[in-house]
């Protein structure tokens, strides 16, 4: 089992719709969670920080986190052809400065 | 402006002659990191160092030495490059403690014949 788990896609959205992006993890003990965006041939750009149960909102994003379910996600409302990227989601494992990436959901949002 | 500089940007080298792809923050982090990205692997950390003098290997540190002698600096060794290290290689810093989250240098993609 990988240590954060993705859905590769890629996932189609239409424009304006909410794109959905799931994430899980299995060190128990994580404590921080990220998502990076990454535009093909650039480098991660962080876009959200979550450490505790439930919802953190930033703009048209939303993170979730249920660690019970060793569970992050991230919506994003009123999808723009500019959200077209691949999402990394990222957790820290013991140490806050060792963090595990995901392989990342390509997403693509359709006009 | 705020940034994370790699150098160099491309590098095509031969199998067995030693490199270093430098590394430097002017952000005053104290943590830094290695990353290299496959596809279909994803990003996979090389090592990291917490501050100064203070390093520790990440999931991939094989073939791979670092060095923390100044806190701006991060420099990855590659003593006897092989193929299986082409890769694209990023360097990464943030703030200590939980919450901050790395920013990334623009990349250096490395090949080894």
Redesign the interface.
Known sequence: QKEVEQNSGPLSVPEGAIASLNCTYSDRGSQSFFWYRQYSGKSPELIMFIYSNGDKEDGRFTAQLNKASQYVSLLIRDSQPSDSATYLCAVNKGSASKIIFGSGTRLSIRP | EAQVTQNPRYLITVTGKKLTVTCSQNMNHE?M?W?RQDP??????IY???NVEVT?K??VPEGYKVSRKEKRNFPLILESPSPNQTSLY?CAS?F????????????TRLTVV
Do not use: E, P, V
């Not at chain 2, 279909?40 to 950390?45: A, P, V």
């Not at chain 2, 200590?96 to 990349?107: D, I, R």
């Open positions: 943590y990191s990353y279909g692997l994803g990003l996979r950390q990291y160092s917490m520790d990440g999931d990023f943030s200590a403690g939980s919450g901050y989250g790395y920013t990334f240098g623009s990349g």
